[in-house]
């Protein structure tokens, strides 16, 4: 079985042949809106200074425990423990939000992703699940068990779920993206370029959407068009980090070749 656990983001396929670890779901993802951190991620959480993420830490921990039982406060105090690698902590956090708001799709959700980030798969399944039914019409919910069914070794499960958030979230990119990383776990690189290749098309698709389209081409002999898709559009800086991960991965004895030997074992 794949672990998946850690940070949730986008980035989910560069994990996978960087790191050999899926991210979930970025479904849950929030846009920041200017002086306002409890709609950051963890992953943007990640990228700010020592400084930024201290005064972040007094106030998120502050405003969730003046109200434990608020959703909001709740999420962003758990994002900001997964940045800092506190998933145990961050668990805790969206159980003790979930147990007080059971019909809030929200909390649910930001729930069954931190038991997931620990591996409780078992668990996020069942919280997931009873995100659905409290939010029938939420695109995410199901992308999230799709992430959560992959992790458990079944991925013809899974992708009924993508479908289904599609079905919901017309050609979303993130969702594409996430049914992309399942074929590439079933080592179907052909059709997850395909799937990458449609969400990195579409209005609104990370940049993130970007380089792991990349890294399948990369991994499928495409060198010089994965690294044209891996430079297009991004600062020089970002485009050597870029051409970074994608030797990584495809180097003999990397990443993907470590990842394909275990796959195959």
Same mark, same amino acid.
């Given at each position: /079985?794949?672990?998946?656990?850690?940070?949730?983001?986008?980035?989910? &396929? *560069?994990?996978?042949?960087?790191? &050999?670890?899926?991210?979930?779901?970025?479904?849950?993802?929030?846009?920041?809106?200017?002086?306002?951190?409890?709609? /950051?991620?963890?992953?943007?959480?990640?990228?700010?200074?020592?400084?930024?993420? +201290? /005064? @972040?830490?007094?106030?998120?921990?502050?405003?969730?425990?003046?109200?434990?039982?608020?959703?909001?406060?709740?999420?962003?105090?758990?994002?900001? &423990?997964?940045?800092?690698?506190?998933?145990?902590?961050?668990?805790?956090? @969206?159980?003790?939000?979930?147990? #007080?708001?059971?019909?809030?799709?929200?909390?649910?959700? !930001?729930?069954?992703?931190?038991? %997931? *980030?620990?591996? !409780?798969?078992?668990? %996020?399944?069942?919280?997931?699940?009873?995100?659905?039914?409290? %939010?029938?019409?939420?695109?995410?919910?199901?992308?999230?068990?799709?992430?959560?069914?992959?992790?458990?070794?079944?991925? @013809?499960?899974?992708? /009924?779920?993508? #479908?289904?958030?599609?079905?919901?979230?017309?050609?979303?990119?993130?969702?594409?993206?996430? @049914?992309?990383?399942?074929?590439?776990?079933?080592?179907?690189?052909?059709?997850?370029?395909?799937?990458?290749?449609?969400?990195?098309?579409? #209005?609104?698709?990370?940049?993130?959407?970007?380089?792991?389209? %990349?890294?399948?081409?990369? &991994?499928?002999?495409?060198? +010089?068009?994965?690294?044209?898709?891996?430079?297009?559009?991004?600062?020089?800086?970002?485009?050597?980090?870029?051409?970074?991960?994608?030797?990584?991965?495809?180097?003999?004895?990397?990443?993907?070749?470590?990842?394909?030997?275990?796959?195959?074992?």
């Amino acid at each position: /079985m794949i672990d998946r656990s850690g940070l949730s983001g986008k980035t989910a &396929l *560069a994990v996978v042949l960087a790191a &050999l670890a899926l991210s979930g779901c970025a479904s849950v993802r929030k846009p920041m809106t200017a002086g306002q951190y409890q709609y /950051m991620s963890a992953e943007e959480i990640a990228t700010l200074s020592p400084s930024q993420r +201290q /005064m @972040m830490n007094y106030r998120l921990e502050t405003a969730f425990l003046s109200r434990p039982g608020n959703v909001k406060s709740g999420v962003a105090w758990s994002e900001y &423990l997964k940045a800092e690698g506190r998933y145990s902590e961050a668990n805790q956090v @969206m159980r003790e939000v979930a147990a #007080r708001n059971p019909d809030s799709g929200d909390a649910l959700l !930001h729930y069954a992703e931190t038991q %997931a *980030a620990l591996g !409780h798969y078992p668990d %996020a399944l069942r919280t997931i699940r009873d995100a659905e039914r409290v %939010a029938p019409r939420d695109w995410r919910t199901f992308s999230q068990e799709g992430l959560i069914l992959d992790q458990m070794g079944q991925p @013809m499960e899974a992708r /009924m779920r993508y #479908r289904q958030a599609l079905s919901l979230s017309p050609k979303n990119p993130e969702v594409l993206s996430n @049914m992309a990383v399942s074929y590439v776990l079933t080592h179907d690189l052909a059709t997850a370029e395909n799937y990458l290749r449609e969400a990195n098309d579409r #209005r609104g698709a990370s940049s993130e959407v970007q380089i792991n389209l %990349a890294l399948v081409l990369a &991994l499928q002999g495409k060198q +010089q068009e994965a690294q044209r898709v891996a430079t297009a559009g991004v600062s020089a800086e970002q485009a050597q980090i870029n051409l970074a991960a994608l030797q990584a991965a495809t180097a003999p004895g990397g990443a993907w070749e470590q990842f394909a030997v275990g796959a195959g074992g």
